[in-house]
């Protein structure tokens, strides 16, 4: 769906992903500090201890992403753990250690909240949610799990519009407009190879391209020729929205969910049909996933 830039704000907010630009009630940006002292734990316990009926399976799947990440040590005591990872319904108020007794406030499982907490103060150093209902309570926890590793794992370079722009006019991979799979990898200088299980795919690497562009996948059309290329961001690539949207008349804005993973994504292509911007959301984080160069 093809909309303008306000139209497509409000969309996105339909589709509950607002927390791109604002977070929600329950997400607290970490900074370097709470950020760094997660980085630093080693061990972890689980507590869902306000997890009643279909929120029960937060712990049980926080168990099994925390197994399988394999970056702290689960401990059953708290006692004996550097973090605390709380799931629950209901907001976190700050009380671990000054509590008496469990959390008695009536759940509504509409929404799945994670909170990391330093045992030793109850201070929250990082906390976000996904309303995704009582059926989804597994799906939103995995999430959660993930965009907090990807924040940890990330570091992060900061792109600018002009440098993605940049790689449109790029004379290393203009010189393979339009060829066949076969003329480009007689290009050895270019570093053209071929990609395995890829049929409709090279992969390039050229020290003549702009840095953003320097390793990217050549895009075999259906008439056999190279009709563009593509750079598939990693966890470590950012660019702010911000940006795009400060520039909106140059851009047509497309939303939708992935029907199997449900996940939110977001494109902004120029509105020459050359260049294609897409994120995809977790959380309150829009994450570039890809840029897509047309010839």
């Known amino acids: 769906m093809r909309t303008s830039a306000l139209t497509f704000i409000v969309i996105l907010t339909t589709l509950g992903v607002c927390a791109v630009w604002l977070p929600s009630a329950a997400a607290q940006q970490p900074d370097d500090r709470s950020l760094g002292r997660i980085k630093h734990a080693d061990s972890v316990t689980i507590d869902c201890s306000a997890c009643p009926r279909a929120l029960a399976n937060a712990g049980k799947t926080a168990r099994q992403e925390l197994t399988s990440w394999d970056r702290f040590r689960i401990v059953n005591d708290p006692k004996k753990a550097d973090l605390i990872f709380m799931f629950s319904s209901n907001p976190y108020l700050g009380d671990y250690l000054t509590r008496k007794g469990p959390d008695e406030r009536p759940v509504r499982i509409e929404s799945t909240i994670m909170t990391v907490i330093d045992p030793r103060t109850g201070e929250t150093l990082w906390s976000d949610s996904r309303r995704w209902g009582s059926l ?159 010839y």
């Open 136 to 294: 989804r309570v597994a799906g939103a926890t995995r999430d959660l799990i993930g965009e907090l590793r990807g924040e940890m794992e990330a570091e992060s370079r900061k792109w600018t519009l002009d440098e993605v722009f940049g790689c449109r006019g790029a004379a290393a991979y203009q010189a393979l407009a339009f060829v066949t799979p076969e003329a480009a990898l007689q290009r050895p200088e270019l570093g053209v190879r071929r990609m395995d299980e890829e049929s409709d795919r090279l992969t390039v690497s050229s020290p003549q391209a702009p840095e953003f562009c320097r390793r990217a996948q050549l895009l075999i059309g259906a008439d056999h020729k190279i009709d563009g290329f593509e750079v598939v961001a990693s966890e470590a690539d950012a660019l702010d929205v911000a940006a795009i949207l400060a520039q909106a008349d140059q851009f047509d804005f497309t939303s939708g969910k992935d029907p199997q993973t449900q996940k939110v994504h977001f494109t902004a292509q120029t509105t020459d049909k050359k260049t294609i911007i897409r994120f995809e959301v977790r959380g309150r984080r829009a994450i570039l996933s890809r840029d897509t160069y047309l």
